[in-house]
């Protein structure tokens, strides 16, 4: 059984800094490409940023280039995000997704090419 799991979240002022962590179990973690989603209040779930199973290739939505950061650690099953210079516009849930698909520019922001999804973690940002 496949179980994904995010932590790192939390209440931060705009300008700060968080590191978000999801660790996947149930799976082999270096055959799938990971992403990080994130969903506002009222909003659609929208591709934050993705880096493939070996880590060689990474993307990125234009709202956050240059100021996050996703790296993942194989050999610990875990997938990370560092956060760098927080906006009130990313507070949201962020949460994690695995995808055995060879994913692309074109395909990583479609939900549908994932197979598993975490809960979720809480991330807000005060003006």
């Known amino acids: 059984q496949v179980h994904v799991v995010e932590s790192g979240g939390g209440l931060v002022q705009a300008g700060g800094s968080l590191k978000l962590s999801c660790t996947a179990s149930?799976?082999?973690?270096?055959?799938?490409?990971m992403s990080w989603f994130r969903q506002a209040p009222g909003k659609e779930r929208e591709g934050v940023s993705c880096i493939t199973g070996s880590g060689g290739t990474t993307y990125y939505a234009n709202s956050v280039k240059g100021r996050f950061t996703i790296s993942r650690d194989n050999a610990k099953n875990t997938l990370y995000l560092q956060m760098n210079s927080l906006k009130p516009e990313d507070t949201a849930m962020y949460y994690c997704?695995?995808?055995?698909?060879?994913?692309?520019?074109?395909?990583?922001?479609?939900?549908?090419?994932?197979?598993?999804w975490g809960q979720g973690t809480q991330v807000t940002v005060s003006s």
């Open positions: 997704a695995a995808s055995s698909s060879g994913l692309r520019w074109w395909s990583w922001t479609l939900l549908s090419s994932y197979n598993y």
């Open positions: 149930g799976l082999t973690f270096d055959d799938y490409a």
